[in-house]
């Protein structure tokens, strides 16, 4: 195995984990990924994780890599929220959720921040596929009600004002019944009320 047949071998992924890499090379010897690192060939992201130089170029690149570094995990809050277009700016940092503690890392690849919710809410997502591999992200109904949990202070319609929702894009995008049931299965009160809020200011900033 040289260091060309190594990059070729993982740069299939956006992001390869010391773990893959002895069990595809048995005997494998870590101070090569050290030597490999100095020299510019990969990017050590966090913890035993690595990337080829310059694979990671996508925003889905992203998503995949924080679902792999910090486990279990899927992409919500305001990165998902971004991707489907309801909040209007671009997000910097990728957000998900976890039902491990609260957590974020800065790393060469960019910055991932992890929100913790327990093991029952933990669901509402799918695959996203990119390049023939699948990345947990948050329907946009749980990305919203992820985000409504988390942030309790939203308390009237001038704070959704304050948020700068896209209320056009979610009219058309949301899928009410979906909503109602996800959010019942938070078994929240305050989460509940919140929605109530929502849909009020979401009535109201429709085009009339």
Same mark, same amino acid.
Request: glycine residues 4%; hydrophobic residues 40%.
């Given at each position: ?9 993982? #740069? %299939? *992924?956006? &992001? +390869? ?7 595809? /090379? ?73 039902? #491990? %503690? *609260?957590? &974020? +890392? ?7 921040? /992890? ?87 979401? /009535? ?5």
């Amino acid at each position: 195995m040289n260091l060309l047949e190594f990059l070729d071998r993982f #740069r %299939k *992924t956006p &992001a +390869f984990s010391v773990r893959e890499v002895e069990q595809i /090379y048995p005997g494998f010897e870590r101070e090569n990924l050290l030597n490999w690192q100095k020299k510019g060939h990969i990017v050590r992201i966090r913890n035993g994780w690595y990337s080829v130089a310059g694979r990671i170029a996508s925003e889905e690149h992203l998503y995949w890599v924080a679902n792999k570094i910090y486990r279990p995990s899927y992409v919500s809050l305001e990165t998902a929220l971004a991707y489907y277009g309801w909040i209007p700016e671009a997000v910097f940092t990728v957000t998900s959720i976890s039902t #491990r %503690k *609260t957590q &974020a +890392f800065d790393t060469p690849a960019g910055r991932f921040r /992890y929100s913790s919710v327990k093991p029952s809410l933990f669901f509402g997502y799918r695959l996203l596929k990119t390049e023939g591999y699948g990345t947990k992200i948050a329907e946009p109904e749980k990305a919203l009600l992820d985000f409504l949990y988390l942030h309790p202070k939203i308390a009237t319609i001038a704070d959704f004002e304050a948020l700068r929702f896209n209320p056009d894009q979610m009219s058309v995008d949301i899928n009410w019944e979906k909503l109602n049931v996800y959010c019942a299965l938070f078994d929240s009160i305050p989460l509940s009320k919140r929605v109530q809020i929502f849909k009020t200011y979401l /009535y109201y900033a429709e085009p009339v």
